[in-house]
């Protein structure tokens, strides 16, 4: 019996299918990742971390903050929604749309156990290979992993996280007890 090759995804191919709701439409490497629609927590957890980061890279002028479902295209064949990313500035101003802009400095990632394995996996290996920082909420454990791009190994962190991103005078430091209070709806 012949071996059947997985068939592989285009970013076009992806952007091309029907609309589904409470679904998301990703690929990585040319394999599809079909996801559920975020849960409350998730979704809380995301405004938080917005409010903290928008004020921060706006501040100090080192980027764009977008979030999900915004489209990152890395390749031809990887189109990925993160939940949050920062687009690098383009010549000291904010990129115009996905051709004038480069690859994120910084995507976060919300898993829930539907997306774990491949927020985890191979969203975060590529955003590790395009040279983004990326960092894993995860709520159940109350911790962020933060994976640093070349890096073989998270930093698993509990009490605070902080951000220097180059051109920043300061760094962002997030504690995270009350970001998990928040998505938890604990404040």
Not at 42 to 63: E, K
Request: charged fraction near 25%.
């Amino acid at each position: 019996m012949p071996a059947v090759q997985p068939r592989r995804w285009t970013a076009d191919e992806v952007r091309a299918l029907p609309d589904e709701p409470g679904k998301r439409f990703e690929c990585v490497d040319g394999e599809l990742i079909v996801s559920p629609g975020p849960k409350w927590a998730h979704q809380r957890a995301v405004r938080a971390l917005i409010v903290l980061l928008h004020d921060y890279v706006a501040a100090h002028r080192v980027g764009d903050l977008l979030m999900g479902p915004g489209e990152v295209e890395f390749d031809p064949y990887t189109l990925v929604q993160p939940d949050l990313f920062v687009l690098p500035l383009v010549d000291g101003r904010v990129p115009s749309g996905p051709e004038d802009s480069a690859d994120p400095l910084l995507v976060v990632e919300v898993p829930s156990p539907s997306t774990a394995r491949y927020d985890r996996g191979v969203k975060r290996d590529r955003y590790q290979r395009a040279g983004a920082e990326c960092w894993i909420v995860d709520l159940d454990s109350r911790v962020v992993e933060r994976w640093l791009p070349g890096a073989a190994a998270p930093e698993v962190l509990r009490e605070e996280l902080r951000w220097h991103p180059a051109g920043a005078g300061e760094p962002l430091a997030l504690a995270l007890a009350p970001l998990f209070a928040e998505a938890h709806g604990e404040r």
